[in-house]
């Protein structure tokens, strides 16, 4: 059986002819159809600009009976242009009536506009009238059926390239705190920005992206965990949206948003397939993060190997790191490069593993023939790195090899100047020669902070590249408190 889909609502009707008499004997005729449930509802028009009337005010006219002649030859002919044409109206039906068929033939009018029917007046007695009218009824209810599975269908393929669009930004996170942050703003875009975003690690009970909470409403959020079914990924708890962030390497991570209880089914359907994939991220970058960790811890390890060899230095290989970070953060290295670097710049002293130990462990300075040998541990190094295809050992290298070079060219091992000298060797040179200074030797004390700080600006344009000096300067207190803490 054929059911309403807009319940008792009556289909609308228009009868458009300049003869009041066919208004009624049309209106007697039909008085007593209906179609799935639903009556007829008529509306009348009898020239041309009463019909564009009510087309303008009108727009789910279900179907025209429309008279060719009117106030002229062609006003229905015209009217039904301006429906299909001007209006864009191609889903009414229009059954066209004439009393003169010779006027306006059929062949012609059926190939040149767009009706549904061609009746002659005469023709239209009670169950032709009635089958031309349930015929177009039914085609007109079928056709908007249609047309509402075709926007549901667009609604959800731009429901799905919104996932996908919104996912990709993910996809291109390359660390776990970018990838955090960025989760916040593409969920803030899949939820229609309901309210507040927050992403909490219940576990360790921290906030870990998203504004801060008073701890009242913290331990709220961190309760609302217990109400995700153990095999979802997402739930509606209450008046909060929760999605459950999972890596077999790291602790569950939550992300709540709260206005989320008029969250649709649909809706729910789109973030389940957006949580899936940020799921595949989140996993995907717990691997990398935990190969970055044992890369980073074995790098240490060599890194106090060759520190080992020079007992005076120790913590030098670390906090050059750390201050080679703080200044590729103001020359805007992206994340990833920031995360390499802190590795790469550890290795910068990797060659003196092939210096003599009575050079490198001399208690005072060097003779002038030990120099030149010395000089060699930039170019072992860079040799040891170089032939490596992974980005870490190929900044390692570069690093190794130019952070002795000088921006007036009077460096070693080749004598580079000004940007000949790769931003690392000119990054690496001057945060190197900070901490040997403030670096207790065997034949010296270390420089306090002030003379050392002196000694960087007197270099500025000769040994060291001027904007690297300036952004040294900009952050020595954060410098500052690496040396204290290392050195207390």
């Not at 590795?343 to 009575?358: E, N, Q």
Request: with cysteine; hydrophobic share 40%; glycine share 6%.
């Amino acid at each position: 059986m054929e059911t309403s889909e807009s319940g008792n609502q009556p289909w609308k009707v228009l009868i458009v002819d300049d003869e009041p008499e066919i208004h009624i004997l049309t209106r007697t005729v039909l008085k007593e159809v209906q179609f799935d449930d639903r009556p007829l509802l008529f509306l009348s028009a009898y020239d041309g600009p009463g019909t564009r009337k009510i087309l303008e005010e009108e727009s789910d006219i279900a179907l025209i009976l429309m008279d060719v002649v009117m106030e002229e030859d062609d006003t229905g002919l015209e009217l039904i242009r301006y429906i299909r044409e001007d209006l864009g109206n191609r889903l009414t039906r229009i059954i066209l009536r004439t009393g003169a068929p010779g006027e306006a033939p059929e062949k012609r009018i059926i190939i040149d506009y767009e009706i549904n029917d061609y009746k002659e007046k005469i023709d239209l007695t009670t169950p032709r009238l009635f089958t031309s009218v349930i015929k177009s009824l039914r085609n007109y209810r079928d056709l908007k059926r249609l047309r509402g599975i075709n926007s549901e269908l667009e609604e959800s393929r731009e429901s799905l390239t919104g996932v996908i669009r919104t996912s990709s930004k993910l996809f291109s996170s390359q660390t776990i705190g970018g990838f955090l942050g960025e989760l916040v703003l593409q969920a803030a875009i899949m939820l229609n920005r309901r309210g507040q975003i927050l992403i909490f690690n219940q576990a360790e009970k921290i906030i870990v992206a998203g504004e801060a909470v008073d701890e009242s409403l913290l331990q709220e959020i961190l309760e609302l965990p217990d109400g995700l079914e153990s095999n979802s990924d997402i739930a509606v708890v209450g008046d909060y949206f929760i999605g459950r962030l999972t890596a077999s390497n790291e602790s569950d991570i939550f992300l709540c948003c709260d206005g989320c209880k008029s969250i649709n089914a649909d809706e729910m359907q789109m973030l389940e397939i957006f949580f899936s994939n940020v799921n595949i991220v989140y996993k995907n970058l717990s691997l990398k993060n935990e190969a970055l960790s044992t890369q980073s811890e074995m790098i240490g390890l060599l890194g106090d190997i060759i520190e080992n060899r020079s007992q005076e230095l120790l913590g030098h290989e670390a906090r050059v790191s750390e201050y080679a970070v703080i200044i590729a953060r103001k020359l805007g290295f992206s994340e990833e490069d920031i995360v390499i670097l802190r590795d790469a710049v550890r290795l910068h002293d990797t060659g003196k593993i092939g210096i003599f130990d009575s050079i490198l462990k001399k208690p005072g300075p060097l003779s002038s023939e030990e120099f030149e040998l010395m000089k060699n541990h930039t170019t072992i190094g860079y040799e040891i790195l170089r032939f490596s295809s992974r980005k870490l050992f190929q900044m390692a290298a570069i690093i190794a090899w130019e952070h002795h070079e000088r921006w007036d060219g009077k460096g070693y091992p080749r004598g580079l100047a000004g940007e000949q000298i790769h931003p690392l060797g000119r990054i690496t040179c001057i945060v190197d020669v900070f901490d040997a200074l403030s670096s207790e030797r065997v034949y010296r004390k270390a420089w306090d902070f002030e003379k050392t700080i002196q000694y960087i600006k007197d270099g500025r344009d000769t040994q060291f590249d001027p904007q690297m000096v300036d952004f040294f300067l900009e952050e020595q207190d954060r410098i500052r408190e690496i040396l204290a803490r290392d050195m207390d």
